[in-house]
């Protein structure tokens, strides 16, 4: 992905972008955008990143939390995360502690530079009560 075509991706039409800062520095982003069009306009995609030297200190569960009262601020029913690559472990023990669940296995989904094919899952949770 070139620069142009990442921030193309962050700032497309119909995205939210948030910016985490400390002290006047960026140091994490995240989007939010229906994750369909039309009929499933209702459900929120959204996605995350932390600056590498700035992870590790809550920033990435700040943001997650911040983006789900965004969400339910904005009416989505619930959010989806359609590909979280199985080997992301601080991703995914992150976003089961932020409620959600594997609802999908897709096998062989992420061609990884050194491990070959590895499964990507589906993470889903509702908003329409707490149960985070
Ligand atoms: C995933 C990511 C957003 C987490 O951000 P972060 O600021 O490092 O996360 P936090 O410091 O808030 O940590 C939150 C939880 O993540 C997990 N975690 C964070 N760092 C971890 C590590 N090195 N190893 C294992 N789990 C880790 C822990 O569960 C932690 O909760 P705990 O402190 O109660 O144990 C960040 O690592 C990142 O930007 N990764 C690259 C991009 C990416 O993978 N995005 C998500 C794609 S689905």
């Not at 080997?87 to 502690?97: G, V, Y």
Request: aromatic share 10%; glycine share 10%.
């Amino acid at each position: 992905l070139s620069r142009e075509e990442a921030l193309g991706y962050w700032f497309e039409a119909d995205t939210q972008t948030y910016v985490a800062e400390d002290a006047g520095r960026a140091v994490g982003t995240y989007i939010l955008r229906p994750n369909e069009s039309g009929g499933g306009s209702h459900v929120a995609n959204a996605a995350f990143m932390v600056a590498p030297e700035a992870r590790g200190q809550g920033i990435g569960r700040a943001m997650g939390e911040h983006c789900l009262s965004e969400a339910r601020r904005l009416s989505f029913r619930a959010m989806q995360f359609n590909f979280v690559v199985s080997t992301n472990e601080s991703a995914i023990r992150l976003w089961k502690q932020l409620g959600f669940k594997i609802v999908g296995t897709l096998p062989g989904a992420f061609r990884h530079p050194e491990k070959d094919y590895i499964d990507v899952y589906i993470m889903h949770r509702s908003l329409l009560e707490d149960h985070a």
